[in-house]
């Protein structure tokens, strides 16, 4: 089974610190995303990779940025947290750009900046 | 860019009803249709998808429909249980993109 494995269930910080979550797969994935999800608004994508070291912004990359140095591992950083930027966050990847197929989500990461 | 469309925002049903949930989408190159459903405290995880070149796919008391000249597709669960209330997504990518755009979600409540 691909496993998709988010570092945190449950994250609470401060407004201005650095914020990493990290998202590591276990299929040798090519694809890797962030999403944020917020009731009423769904599934918002931040930052996709299709490579390591590859980079492409979302739909709502302001205020987020990404790494991706190694081909299992996705890290999406907040550069100064803000209280907007509270709510849950999921990592996800797929296969490869060859076809589209399913993309397997991590359990989530509930993050609350007060 | 793609643009989905998903109704309603929530469902109430009785044990044993069916549900349906509906999605339209903007972009005529779309042609993979997946469903996600999320439990509490859980990742979306994929439930059924279907490819534009196939009308329906049935998957015990799961089926897909997508009608590609009016651009919606839909979810069926027949004979609905407390198990099958969750959250659930639909979703469309174009070939090539492989990237999903997600509908809004659907909060499904089965009623015992």
């Known amino acids: 089974d691909v496993k998709v494995t988010q570092s945190s269930r449950y994250l609470v910080k401060r407004t201005g610190e650095k914020v990493f979550l990290e998202c590591v797969q276990d299929?040798?994935?090519?694809?890797m995303f962030w999403y944020r999800q917020d009731p009423g608004l769904g599934l918002r994508l931040i930052y996709f990779s299709y490579d390591v070291k590859m980079k492409e912004k979302g739909d709502i990359p302001e205020g987020y940025s990404v790494s991706r140095e190694k081909k299992e591992r996705f890290s999406l950083i907040l550069e100064s947290a803000s209280t907007n930027q509270t709510s849950m966050y999921l990592c996800?990847?797929?296969?490869?750009?060859?076809?589209?197929?399913?993309?397997?989500f991590g359990q989530g990461t509930r993050l609350t900046v007060v | 860019g793609e643009n989905v469309e998903q109704h309603p925002s929530t469902l109430s049903v009785q044990e044993g009803d069916s549900a349906v949930i509906k999605c339209t989408y903007s972009d005529s190159a779309s042609n993979y249709f997946p469903w996600y459903k999320q439990e509490l405290g859980k990742g979306p995880q994929l439930i059924i998808d279907?490819?534009?070149?196939?009308g329906e796919k049935k998957d015990q008391r799961i089926a897909v429909t997508l009608n590609k000249t009016a651009k919606h597709f839909s979810l069926h669960i027949t004979e609905t249980q407390p198990e099958d209330s969750a959250v659930y997504f639909c979703a469309a990518s174009r070939g090539g993109s492989y990237i999903p755009t997600f509908g809004r979600g659907t909060s499904l409540i089965v009623h015992p």
């Open positions: 279907i490819r534009s070149n196939v």
């Open positions: 299929m040798d994935h090519e694809n």
């Open positions: 996800a990847s797929s296969r490869d750009r060859a076809r589209d197929t399913e993309a397997f």
